[in-house]
């Protein structure tokens, strides 16, 4: 087995702990109800709707997922709620599907704005990201232009210094447009792939937030128009609904390519990936399961939904 499969196999298995609460909270429910009950009726469906609802599937998602399995049943002249499952399972996919994710950046020479609220693991993921593409052999200049908490820039330098990349700025109070004028200055000195920006966070005054990001993206056209461009918003899975709210009001104030939805493990609110992807149409891009380099990974909803349907169990026997 290569490297990437192994690193892949190991983050399937994390992906499926990660995810019992969540299964205990979804999947164990809906079993429960497809052997419990003798005949598809009104009261089946209601059934499985509030169990997706409670899962933080989300209401549009839910609504959409029970739509598509009546019509599938009717189709396919399923009689026996047990025959539901893998249509229950291929609804969920369906409504994740937001057309095939693009991971343009990282193979052009590119600028990432990350973005999001304090404490949902933004710095984090900002470091765990640039350990990635250095591994994989891109040039790396880390802006840390998030500069309203204090030791925010400390945390990343820790981070730059783990994934052996540069670091701009982490001076607490300084001008976030300053950070990123000077980091690309130093991108371009350096001849880097990959620049990037923690950046602000505030939803709390979206006014300046949208200034601040509006000034951001006015230097980057200027100083560096050649640089494709990458807004990603970080999440707390844990926090449900919350989430999809931020990611909402987020996405009123930018234009937002992508979610990295963090802290997946452990949750028994994992069914916000459904939701996000369904009622936003945004895809997450990456998925956090853990606080180590190895924990952050490339978002696909067709393994997401595999873990969630199985068994530590099974992944053992596999093994
Ligand atoms: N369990 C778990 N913890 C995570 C994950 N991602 C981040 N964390 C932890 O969450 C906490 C907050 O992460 P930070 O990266 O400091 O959060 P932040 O959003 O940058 O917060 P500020 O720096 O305050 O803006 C840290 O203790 C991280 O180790 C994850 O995927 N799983």
């Known amino acids: 087995m290569g490297s990437e499969e192994k690193e892949k196999k190991g983050f399937f298995k994390r992906l499926v702990q990660g995810l019992t609460k969540t299964r205990d909270n979804i999947v164990s429910g809906i079993d429960s109800i497809f052997s419990g009950f003798s005949s598809i009726d009104d009261e089946f469906y209601e059934e499985i709707e509030e169990i997706l609802i409670m899962g933080d599937l989300g209401v549009h998602a839910t609504t959409e997922i029970i739509e598509n399995l009546k019509v599938k049943v009717k189709e396919q002249h399923i009689k026996e709620p047990a025959q539901c499952k893998e249509l229950l399972i291929s609804s969920i996919k369906e409504q994740m599907d937001v057309g095939e994710t693009a991971y343009q950046f990282e193979n052009e020479k590119s600028v990432v704005l990350v973005i ?39 945390q990343l330098g820790e981070w730059a210094s783990r994934a052996g990349v540069e670091m701009i700025g982490g001076q607490e109070g300084a001008d976030p447009g300053a950070v990123v004028y000077d980091a690309v200055a130093a991108a371009r000195a350096r001849n880097a792939d990959v620049l990037l920006c923690d950046t602000a966070g505030r939803l709390h005054n979206k006014k300046n937030l949208m200034e601040e990001l509006k000034k951001i993206h006015r230097i980057l056209e200027k100083e560096y128009p050649e640089a494709f461009r990458e807004t990603l918003v970080v999440l707390d899975g844990t926090t449900g609904q919350n989430a999809l709210s931020q990611a909402r009001q987020f996405s009123e104030v930018a234009e937002i390519s992508g979610i990295i939805l963090t802290k997946m493990d452990g949750t028994a609110r994992g069914g916000i990936a459904v939701a996000i992807q369904s009622e936003l149409g945004i895809p997450v891009k990456y998925i956090g399961v853990g606080e180590t380099i190895d924990d952050l990974q490339k978002f696909d909803s067709e393994q997401f939904v595999k873990a969630l349907f199985e068994t530590d169990e099974k992944t053992e026997e596999e093994e």
Do not use: Y
């Open 116 to 154: 999001g609220v304090n404490g949902v693991g933004k710095t984090t993921s900002v470091g765990k990201l640039a350990g990635k593409l250095k591994a994989q052999g891109k040039r790396v200049v880390l802006a840390a232009a998030d500069t309203f908490r204090a030791a925010a820039g400390e």
